[in-house]
C-alpha cells in the first residue's frame, strides 16, 4: 500500500526519524521541534513530555481519526511531493512494525526515538539547555561538511 499524507509529516519525520539525515533533507530544524516538546514550558523536554508531543501530533495526522496514517488521511490540498512521500515511506518503514502498510497509534507513539536519544547527551531522560545546545551544535558542524 502506498501512503501519502499531508504535509505535517515532515514534523513527524523529523521527531521520529534520524536528526541529521531530517536536516539534510532540508526540514524544520529539529532542535527547535525538540524544544516544542517542553509542553510544561520549564527548559527541560522529559521522554514523557516527547512522548505526549507525539501523541498530540499523532492526532493532527489522523485526520478521519481512525487510529492509523495512511493514504486516508491525505487531504486534497495538502498531497506530498515525491520527495514527501520518499519521506513518508521511510517514516513507515522504520514505524510500521507489523508491515500492513499503516501508522497506528501505538507505532507512531512509541516507536524509536532517534532524535531524542541523540539530544539526551547523558542519558538521563531529559534533555537540558545544555544538551539541546550541544544537540545544535552538533547538527551545525555536520551541515558543514
Known amino acids: 500500500m502506498k501512503l501519502i499524507l499531508p504535509t505535517a509529516i515532515t514534523i513527524a519525520a523529523t521527531l521520529c526519524l534520524a536528526p541529521v539525515q531530517a536536516q ?7 532542535g527547535q521541534l525538540l524544544e ?12 514523557a513530555e516527547y512522548t505526549e508531543a507525539r501523541s ?3 492526532e493532527r495526522l489522523d485526520r478521519n481519526k481512525d487510529g ?9 490540498r495538502r498531497l506530498l511531493r515525491r520527495s514527501g512521500g520518499e519521506q513518508l515511506q521511510e517514516l513507515a518503514a522504520h514505524m510500521d512494525t507489523d508491515g500492513d502498510g499503516r501508522v497506528t497509534r501505538k507505532e507512531f507513539v512509541n516507536g524509536p526515538t532517534p532524535m ?11 534533555i537540558d539547555s545544555r544538551e ?6 552538533t547538527l551545525a558542524a555536520r551541515r558543514t561538511r
Open 24 to 30: 539534510a533533507q532540508g526540514q524544520r530544524d529539529p
Open 36 to 47: 516544542r516538546s517542553d509542553l510544561d514550558g520549564d527548559g527541560q523536554i522529559t521522554r
Open 56 to 58: 498530540r501530533l499523532f
Open 68 to 76: 492509523v496514517i495512511n493514504k486516508d488521511d491525505a487531504g486534497k
Open 116 to 126: 531524542f536519544d541523540h539530544a539526551d547527551g547523558n542519558n538521563n531522560g531529559v
Open 132 to 137: 539541546l545546545a550541544t544537540f545544535r551544535e
